[in-house]
């Protein structure tokens, strides 16, 4: 991105969320006595909850493994962390059905959490584990990155808040039945509702444009920039895996590990089954055939079969929704 503009915007956008929170404050301390401040006060506290900058958390199926029934895969998490340059996860999740592994700082706090997707995680051998790790790792945003991203996600809310309300269904469709059940004889009710929102949405719309303005500048800014943040990723993830892996791994994720796996699953194979059934395909070169699945410094062959047990209970819960995935 065009680091001043996009940052100078940005900030504008999250203080002027802090300006609803502060006003909102101040209208009720100063006036506390007055039903009106307090009315205006938390409209204001209201509007600054709704845009604040969402922290990041677990998704709601991810499961936090402790290190004890997993020290293996905290163990290579945490050499792979130290070689790319990051924090350490202080957390190691799995899911069952998400094939991405992602690493995020959430909460408060900023606790560094590791989400590894099994689907996926299952059919690499050691190297490549090693080379997804690397490109999740390197995909952490800087400072920057998420003080321009939590601004569009504000801008975001404003538009949805502004450009995007409508008319209540349930009241259009109740007095839809009511004008129906009375053959129109009956008045119709809500004309002062009808009155009310047609302005407020014109209201909306005359105050959303600013905000377009505001959030397609941004983007616009974030989007000149996405070739360095691209290098910069690209950057971290060599001090770990080469070009070739990296290309490699895009390659697999893009398609052709996944349907052998569901097919496996639906006959009844159990993990290990599909486990060696994804090694295999993984030791085929154009030279012949590899004697075992290629692995690196950070994780040998005996390492990732010891991460293995540690998961075999979650892979056979996988398993069993492989078919869920499309």
């Known amino acids: ?30 006036r506390a006595d007055s039903l009106l401040s307090w009315l205006f006060g938390a409209l204001c506290l209201a509007i600054g909850w709704v845009l604040r900058p969402r922290l ?9 493994l402790d290190r004890d029934s997993a020290p293996e895969l905290y163990a290579v998490a945490e050499r792979v962390a130290d070689r790319v340059g990051v924090k ?36 690499l051998p050691p190297r490549q584990r ?40 349930v009241r259009e469709e109740a007095q839809t039945r009511i004008t129906a059940a009375s053959l129109g004889v009956a008045d119709q ?10 302005l407020g949405r014109l209201v909306g719309r005359v105050l959303g444009g600013p905000v377009l303005l505001v959030r397609y500048v941004l983007r616009r800014l974030a989007r000149v920039g996405k070739p360095r943040t691209r290098e910069r990723q690209e950057g971290l993830a060599r001090r770990v895996a080469s070009p070739a892996e990296l290309a490699e791994l895009e390659e697999l994720k893009a398609g052709g590990y996944l349907a052998p796996m569901q097919a496996a699953a639906l006959r009844g194979e159990t993990a290990t089954a599909i486990r060696q059934g994804a090694l295999a395909r993984s030791r085929l070169t154009a030279d012949g055939v590899l004697t ?3 692995h690196c410094e950070l994780l040998g062959t005996r390492e990732s079969e010891r991460v293995d047990e540690e998961l075999t209970s979650h892979y056979a819960r996988a398993i069993r929704g492989f078919g869920l995935i499309t």
Do not use: C, N, Q
Not at 100 to 117: K, S, W
Not at 189 to 198: D, I, L, Q, R, S
């Open 1 to 30: 991105m065009k680091r001043l503009p996009a940052l100078l915007v940005a900030l504008a956008v999250h203080l002027m969320t802090l300006g609803f929170v502060v006003l909102g404050a101040w209208t009720i301390l100063t």
């Open 56 to 64: 990041g958390r677990l998704p709601a199926d991810a499961e936090v």
């Open 88 to 123: 350490r996860p202080r957390k190691v999740a799995v899911r069952d059905l998400a094939t991405e592994t992602r690493y995020d700082r959430v909460g408060l706090p900023r606790t560094p959490v590791l989400v590894v997707g099994l689907p996926l995680w299952l059919a």
């Open 130 to 169: 090693v080379t997804l790790l690397a490109t999740a790792y390197a995909r952490v945003p800087t400072g920057e990155e998420l003080v321009v991203s939590g601004a569009l996600d504000t801008l975001e809310a404003w538009r949805d808040a502004l450009m995007e309300a409508g008319p209540l269904r």
């Open 189 to 198: 009710p809500g004309t002062t509702y009808e009155v009310a929102g047609f």
């Open 292 to 294: 075992s699945a290629p």
